[in-house]
């Protein structure tokens, strides 16, 4: 009966210091964060976006707009990278725009097999996709246009069509959570 006991008291002993032993402690995951994006010369951006962590925003000389992206993608070509520039093309009817995209859709060596007005944290905007070429030069665009003072700002996400859908989830992620810069900032 002893041997029973010796043994029940080396089990109870020896379990539970085996039973606590917490695993490897992992690091959460980094935060995305949210960037201010540069305006033109004198002129404040009035949006915010927010970037997975790993990702910066870069300028390249010679190309106007800024690129969001990992840091080990190289601008222009890059499809991880979206590209943000200002457009020339005012945004003041989101529905009027996506009715001349459409109508403009047939004479373009383009097709948009996607389009809504859409609004993004209450900014009044246009989604679109389009896709160009054939073959292994085929490629997608995922573009949100917003409204910008003086005419318009595009972001844009491209990749060859075989990559797209897969990169798709990143642009929508990016492109949906842009917002308006807070009042006073």
Same mark, same amino acid.
């Given at each position: 009966?002893?041997?029973?006991r010796?043994?029940?008291?080396?089990?109870?002993?020896?379990v539970?210091?085996?039973?606590?032993?917490? /695993?490897?402690? &992992?690091?959460?995951?980094? #935060?995305? %964060?949210?960037i201010?994006? $540069? =305006?033109?010369?004198?002129?404040?951006?009035?949006?915010?976006?927010?970037?997975?962590?790993?990702?910066?925003?870069?300028?390249?000389?010679?190309?106007?707009g800024?690129?969001?992206?990992?840091?080990?993608?190289?601008?222009?070509?890059?499809?991880?990278?979206?590209?943000?520039?200002?457009?020339?093309?005012?945004?003041?009817?989101?529905?009027?725009?996506?009715a001349?995209?459409?109508?403009a859709?047939?004479?373009? /060596?383009?097709? &948009?097999?996607f389009?809504? #007005?859409? %609004?993004?944290?209450?900014? $009044? =905007?246009?989604?679109?996709?389009?896709?160009?070429?054939?073959?292994?030069?085929?490629?997608?665009?995922?573009?949100?246009?917003?409204?910008?003072?003086?005419g318009?700002?595009?972001?844009?996400?491209?990749?060859?069509?075989a990559?797209?859908?897969k990169?798709l989830?990143?642009?929508?992620?990016?492109?949906?959570?842009?917002?308006?810069?807070?009042?006073?900032?």
């Amino acid at each position: 009966m002893r041997v029973c006991r010796w043994i029940a008291a080396v089990f109870v002993a020896v379990v539970p210091g085996m039973a606590v032993a917490a /695993p490897p402690a &992992v690091a959460p995951p980094a #935060a995305p %964060q949210r960037i201010e994006l $540069p =305006g033109a010369p004198g002129t404040p951006f009035p949006y915010t976006v927010e970037i997975p962590a790993g990702w910066q925003m870069r300028q390249v000389e010679g190309i106007p707009g800024v690129w969001l992206g990992p840091s080990d993608a190289q601008p222009p070509n890059d499809p991880r990278l979206i590209y943000v520039r200002l457009s020339p093309t005012p945004l003041t009817d989101p529905e009027k725009t996506v009715a001349n995209i459409r109508a403009a859709d047939a004479q373009q /060596p383009w097709s &948009v097999p996607f389009i809504e #007005a859409r %609004q993004v944290n209450g900014i $009044p =905007g246009v989604l679109l996709r389009m896709d160009s070429g054939e073959g292994a030069s085929a490629r997608s665009t995922l573009v949100l246009k917003l409204p910008l003072e003086g005419g318009g700002v595009d972001f844009l996400g491209a990749a060859p069509r075989a990559e797209f859908e897969k990169l798709l989830p990143t642009y929508q992620k990016v492109f949906f959570s842009v917002r308006r810069v807070a009042a006073g900032s």
